[in-house]
Every structure is written in C-alpha cells, then in structure tokens.
C-alpha cells in the first residue's frame, strides 16, 4: 500500500507540470495581455490629456514589461515560476496586487458554501431515493420519481435561477428570498441563530439551481447498482438463510452496491471548489471562484489563473488517490502495488 500512495504521488509531479506547462503556453500566445492593456490605457490617458497617444517610447515600455515580469525570456519566466508554485508562491495579481492566496481566500467562502452544501443535498437525497427506486422497480412510485428526476435534469440550473427569481426574489410575482450575496449586509449585528438562518436563506435560490441537475445522474447510478447487486447469488443465498429485507440490503447489498458510487466521488468533491456555476454566482450575485476565474482570464491576470488551475488539478489528483484508496475501506479485497499480482 505504501509503495502504491509513493507511485501515485510521484505522478502527480508530470501531470501537475504537463497542465502548468500548457496553460503557460497558452497564455504566451494569447493577444491582449497585461502588458498590451496597460500600453493601451497610458496612451488613452495621454490621449485625455492632449498628448499623443503614441508618445511612449521604447524606455517606457520596458518599464512596464518589467512591472509584469516580461522583461525576460519565456523559458526563464516558466522555471521561475515552477521554483515558486513549489513553494506555493503564487505571486502577486496583476490587477488588484494582492497575493494570489489572498485573492482566492477571499473568493473561498462563497464557493465552498456552495459546493459543500449541493455536494451533500445530492447525495443525501439520492442515495435513499435510487435505493427506494431499486427495491419499488417497476411501481408507481418508480415511474413517478423517474419523471421529476429528469425533468430537473432537463432544466438548465441558469433557466431555472431566471424562473426562480422572477418568481420568488422581487420579479414579477413574490420577493421571499434575497437577490444579492451570501449574507445580509448587516450580518454581524445578528444573533446566531438569526445569523444561520439568514446564511441559508441567501442559500436558498442558488443551491436549488445547483442541485437539481446533479439529482438524475446519481439516482439513476444508485438503482442501477442496487438492482445489479439485488439479482447476484449471494442475495438469494442470504434470503434462504431467513435473513430479513433490511440485513440483506444494508449488511450485504450496501457496501458492494457503494463501489460505482464512491468513484464518482473524487468529481464531486473537486465540484466543491470550482465545479459551481459561473452563471450561477453572477445571476445571485455571488462572488466566488468560479467568477473569479472568468474575470482573471479577460483580464489577463496571468499569476491568478495559473494559480488556480495549480491548485484545482492538485485537489483533484490528490481526491483521485483518497477515492482509491477508499476502495480498500469498502471492500478489503481490493489491494494495490504489489500485493495484487
């Protein structure tokens, strides 16, 4: 086992340096860069001022090309930053000159109280429903939740937010929830219970939106388990031994049917940090990661989208190995390295 996690981890170093490597390439060649917007801006600026706007000589743009860091050559800038994202030295961002770390410190709140709160509902709900649906194949109550599931598979979460608001947060109809950030303004003065409840009901809206498209794919994945489990011959087998419904389904069926489950797990919980919607948080007014990165690639903040994708593809490496490695708390037949030949 342990020969297994050192394999793994020495892995993650060329696919961490394979995904760096092209997202640094890809921004050498992408037009509009910091450099060129902040030329652009000072020869605005001269232009406001009567001056030409093609005044700025060769020593001025070398200050700027400094300012970012483009005074040197691309090979010597890529291993410069390889040396400080080991460090995790991020640097700084180029358009709020903040640490990178800070920047997506600030954003986190936001993104994880969305991603930990859908992550748990989905899982939470489906997972007793696909079990349910499993055990009720082919009755009413099958077909039934069959249906809603995917007709909230159906509705993209971004139409749905437009239905809600205009339904629920001062549109045309009824203004119960609110349509802007993830607390009231005057949070801190509230007493905690009053402060709990008003963090879940600037959750309200956008966690629906969120959640609804997830619930098909994970209901329609725990039944199918379930039912594959259901028709095995061990089943049979534990049923004539007089065992009860419930002992063969939680002590016997369960903790094989959890297998398919928990590989989609490592997604899931990636999800929890950048998988949240884009047009989620700005239709609510949510200013997270997700935001946060459309926003640092239009503006060309170098530093904080290689920082962040740093970050996010070693989360998701890293919840790969822990997902595998569940594998083993689930069913100890498995094994891995060189236990398994």
């Given at each position: ?17 394979g ?27 001269n ?11 060769a ?5 700027i ?13 890529y ?15 180029f358009?709020s ?12 709140p ?32 099958d ?12 509705i ?9 608001i ?8 009824l ?11 005057n ?21 629906i939106?969120l ?20 028709r095995?011959?061990?089943?049979l087998?534990?049923r004539a ?29 990636v999800?929890v ?31 904080v ?14 919840t ?12 100890p037949?498995?094994?891995?390295g060189?236990?398994?030949?």
């Amino acid at each position: 086992m342990l020969a297994y996690i050192t394999k793994r981890v020495l892995l993650m170093i060329p696919t961490l340096l394979g995904v760096l490597t092209l997202t640094f390439v890809i921004a050498q060649f992408v037009p509009g860069g910091p450099v060129d917007q902040l030329i652009a801006q000072t020869r605005e600026r001269n232009l406001s001022g009567g001056r030409s706007g093609h005044d700025l000589d060769a020593k001025q743009i070398a200050q700027i090309k400094a300012l970012y860091g483009f005074d040197k050559p691309p090979l010597e800038r890529y291993v410069l930053m390889l040396g400080n994202f080991s460090r995790f030295d991020f640097g700084k961002s180029f358009t709020s000159s903040k640490d990178v770390w800070q920047v997506i410190r600030e954003k986190m709140p936001v993104t994880i109280s969305l991603g930990v709160w859908s992550f748990l509902i989905a899982y939470l709900i489906s997972i007793p429903l696909g079990i349910a649906k499993a055990v009720r194949e082919g009755t009413n109550f099958d077909a039934f939740t069959t249906l809603l599931v995917l007709i909230g598979f159906a509705i993209p979460g971004f139409v749905l937010g437009v239905l809600l608001i205009v339904l629920f947060a001062g549109g045309t109809f009824l203004d119960w929830f609110p349509l802007r950030g993830l607390v009231s303004d005057n949070w801190a003065s509230f007493g905690w219970p009053h402060k709990i409840l008003d963090y879940l009901w600037h959750l309200t809206l956008p966690l629906i939106c969120l959640t609804i498209g997830s619930f098909a794919t994970l209901t329609v994945l725990t039944k199918n388990t379930f039912l594959e489990e259901i028709r095995k011959q061990y089943v049979l087998v534990a049923r004539a031994k007089g065992l009860s419904e419930r002992d063969v389904l939680y002590k016997h069926i369960f903790r094989n049917a959890l297998l398919p489950i928990i590989t989609g797990l490592p997604a899931a919980v990636v999800a929890v940090f950048f998988g949240g919607s884009l047009l989620i948080e700005t239709l609510f007014s949510l200013d997270g990661l997700g935001l946060l990165s459309y926003e640092s690639i239009i503006k060309r903040d170098y530093p904080v989208v290689l920082g962040s994708v740093y970050l996010f593809t070693l989360m998701g490496l890293v919840t790969k190995l822990i997902s595998d490695l569940a594998y083993v708390v689930v069913d100890p037949r498995i094994q891995f390295g060189s236990a398994a030949r």
